[in-house]
């Protein structure tokens, strides 16, 4: 009989360890696989499909994931300042990436001023407006004749400021033919868009955005002095800082990166 219960929790024991043993392995197999950290870059609308092409070519460089958050500058930045999980921010203008690092969000050595663009005053091709000035300022006020013009949102949106800024330079910003036409828009991308579906005559827009959209027709492009800089900043974000968001802001700075950004008609700033 003793030898007979021995028997049976031996038979027992085996039983249950053959089961562990299953369970251990399907757990094993069935395991989630783990995939790299994603660095999320928030950047201004403006560098959409530009710096995807650009992330392509450092995430194979440098095996890291990286994608794009495109939005108007200052909505990145509060939600940056919120704790938005971006690991790097490229600004359309100084004074977002300057209001950041105000607040600590940014690392101090990790900032750099990474390329440039310019300011074109833009109509719809498919409207047929004839209004050409032929290498001269166009007379703003004269030429929208109650048709509608279209800038990003001043108050936060950097090519809505730098539009302000010009239409102050050329005296056009406080005449009513003007502030009776404007509409603002979320981002310069939501400007073309209007533009080139011909849903408004008129907009400001950058030079790197009228080369994406053969609907619009380029009017005049703004001197460099009749708005302030053009320049997009990048700078890693303190809350997500890490070795990979440096590796991944110095390929932002380099060859590779930047023969992207003057294919798409923007200047690089960084040696």
């Given at each position: 009989m003793k030898a007979s219960r021995g028997c049976a929790r031996l038979a027992?024991?085996?039983?249950?360890?053959?089961?562990?043993?299953?369970?251990?392995?399907?757990?094993f197999v069935s395991a989630p696989t783990v995939h790299a950290e994603?660095?999320?870059?928030?950047?201004?609308?403006?560098?959409?499909?530009?710096l995807d092409e650009v992330l392509a070519i450092c995430s194979s460089k440098t095996d890291l994931n990286a994608t794009g958050i495109y939005a108007g500058s200052g909505t990145l930045a509060r939600q940056i300042e919120q704790g938005a999980p971006a690991a790097i921010y490229i600004s359309a203008n100084?004074?977002?990436?300057?209001?950041?690092?105000?607040?600590?969000?940014i690392i101090e050595g990790q900032r750099?001023?990474?390329?440039?663009?310019?300011?074109?005053?833009?109509?719809?091709k498919s409207?047929?407006?004839?209004?050409?000035?032929?290498?001269?300022?166009?007379?703003?006020?004269a030429i929208l004749k109650g048709r509608r013009i279209a800038i990003a949102d001043p108050d936060s949106v950097p090519a809505g400021r730098y539009a302000k800024?010009?239409?102050?330079t050329h005296d056009w910003w406080n005449k009513p033919e003007v502030q009776n036409a404007l509409v603002p828009g979320v981002n310069v991308r939501e400007v073309l868009s209007w533009v080139a579906k011909s849903e408004i005559a008129f907009g400001i827009i950058y030079h790197t955005d009228l080369l994406?959209?053969?609907?619009?027709?380029?009017?005049w492009t703004f001197a460099a002095d009749a708005h302030d800089p053009i320049r997009y900043p990048a700078a890693v974000i303190a809350d997500n800082d890490s070795p990979n968001a440096r590796?991944?802001?110095?390929?932002?700075?380099?060859?590779?990166?930047?023969?992207?950004?003057?294919?798409?008609?923007?200047?690089?700033?960084?040696?």
């Open positions: 027992e024991f085996r039983a249950l360890f053959s089961g562990l043993g299953t369970m251990l392995f399907l757990t994603t660095l999320k870059v928030f950047a201004a609308a403006s560098l959409t499909d530009t100084p004074e977002w990436m300057d209001w950041l690092q105000k607040r600590g969000r750099v001023d990474l390329i440039g663009n310019s300011l074109v005053l833009v109509q719809s409207m047929e407006l004839n209004t050409k000035s032929e290498g001269t300022l166009p007379d703003l006020p800024q010009a239409f102050e994406r959209d053969s609907r619009a027709d380029l009017l590796r991944l802001l110095t390929c932002l700075k380099s060859k590779e990166a930047s023969d992207v950004f003057i294919k798409f008609g923007f200047s690089v700033l960084v040696p």
